[in-house]
């Protein structure tokens, strides 16, 4: 079956748009704010990051990336929020809006802005890493070598005690596997 | 025809995807995040549950395992929705009792196919 889901773009630019607004007041206000303000932010760049993916504006999808990611960073403790890195926010948010306007004419955005921006936050996120690069404490080599960046500072307690019906129907691991 | 909950806080994606549903004829109902998800499945049974993972209030994770709590839902299939692929996330999806993992971009043809695999 093939279905045609370009009916939902107007929502999505409207959502989009929107999101722009709350990231853009959201990270003026950041000082005051807190986890919640940062965690507001990021979600607002992860769906219109999803959004533009589904749509087929790479563009959009592309440059967001970037910027979650650093989002990603600030908001789990990896990264010092400061008012550079705020303020690279601010301009990339403006770059999204460009490039969400040039997508939904189906045009590519050649503004120099956007090059500069993402080039900003690629070495940002190369260069400034907070995270130590060397010599890990005895606690994160007993974790997993892959997931020791990742896990680090968002704990979880996950408490998993298989019972006999796990593998009854709805627990299908190749589904898993399978992606 | 089987009865799908869609939980997202993205209302086009939550669009996207209930249309999607009933194109292929299930019937859906919509929930904005984890809580409210939460709530319509302790009023309802559903066959499927189709969740988003960063949400507001509650996200999906902790949804899928306040619903494995709840005895109607103990084998419901529930698959994840989201930009998310890492490892350890899914590692935690998978342990929370999630059934299966469907990475964004929403691709509308994938998700029929996922859904025929794990729904019987």
């Known amino acids: 079956m093939s279905i045609d889901l370009s009916q939902f773009i107007p929502t999505f630019l409207e959502e989009s748009y929107e999101g722009l607004e709350l990231m853009e007041s959201s990270l003026l206000n950041l000082e005051?704010?807190?986890?919640?303000?940062?965690?507001?932010?990021?979600?607002?760049?992860?769906?219109?990051?999803?959004?533009?993916?589904?749509?087929?504006?790479?563009?959009?999808?592309?440059?967001?990336?970037?910027?979650?990611?650093?989002?990603?960073?600030?908001?789990?403790g990896r990264r010092q929020v400061e008012q550079s890195s705020v303020n690279l926010l601010l301009k990339s948010v403006d770059c999204i809006r460009l490039l969400i306007d040039a997508a939904k004419d189906g045009q590519e955005c050649s503004e120099p802005s956007i090059e500069e921006n993402f080039t900003a936050i690629q070495a940002l996120?190369?260069?400034?890493?907070?995270?130590?690069?060397?010599?890990?404490?005895?606690?994160e080599m007993s974790?997993?070598?892959?997931?020791?960046?990742?896990?680090q500072s968002n704990t979880w307690l996950i408490e998993f005690i298989p019972s006999h019906e796990i593998y009854k129907p709805a627990m299908m691991s190749y589904v898993f596997l399978a992606h | 025809m089987a009865k799908i909950l869609v939980v997202d806080d993205?209302?086009?994606?939550?669009?996207?995807?209930?249309?999607?549903?009933?194109?292929?004829?299930?019937?859906?109902?919509?929930?904005?995040?984890g809580k409210d998800g939460l709530a319509k499945a302790q009023k309802e049974k559903f066959d499927l549950v189709i969740?988003?993972?960063?949400?507001?209030?509650?996200?999906?994770i902790t949804l899928c395992g306040n619903l494995r709590a709840l005895p109607a839902f103990r084998f419901t299939p529930i698959l994840i929705l989201?930009?998310?692929?890492?490892?350890?996330?899914?590692?935690?999806?998978?342990a929370a009792g999630a059934t299966g993992w469907l990475v964004k971009p929403f691709n509308p043809d994938k998700l029929l196919a996922t859904i025929k695999r794990v729904i019987r």
Do not use: C, W
């Open chain 2, 51 to 60: 969740t988003d993972v960063n949400m507001p209030v509650m996200d999906g």
């Open chain 2, 82 to 94: 989201t930009t998310e692929s890492s490892p350890e996330i899914k590692q935690r999806g998978k």
């Open chain 1, 125 to 139: 996120l190369k260069g400034e890493s907070a995270e130590p690069v060397s010599a890990p404490t005895a606690s």
């Open chain 1, 32 to 76: 005051q704010g807190g986890e919640d303000t940062i965690n507001a932010i990021f979600r607002a760049a992860h769906s219109i990051k999803g959004g533009a993916g589904t749509f087929g504006f790479n563009q959009v999808t592309d440059f967001t990336h970037e910027v979650e990611t650093l989002l990603d960073e600030m908001r789990d």
């Open chain 2, 10 to 33: 993205s209302a086009s994606i939550r669009n996207m995807v209930a249309f999607t549903l009933k194109q292929a004829s299930y019937e859906t109902v919509e929930a904005v995040d």
């Open chain 1, 143 to 151: 974790a997993q070598p892959d997931e020791t960046s990742a896990s």
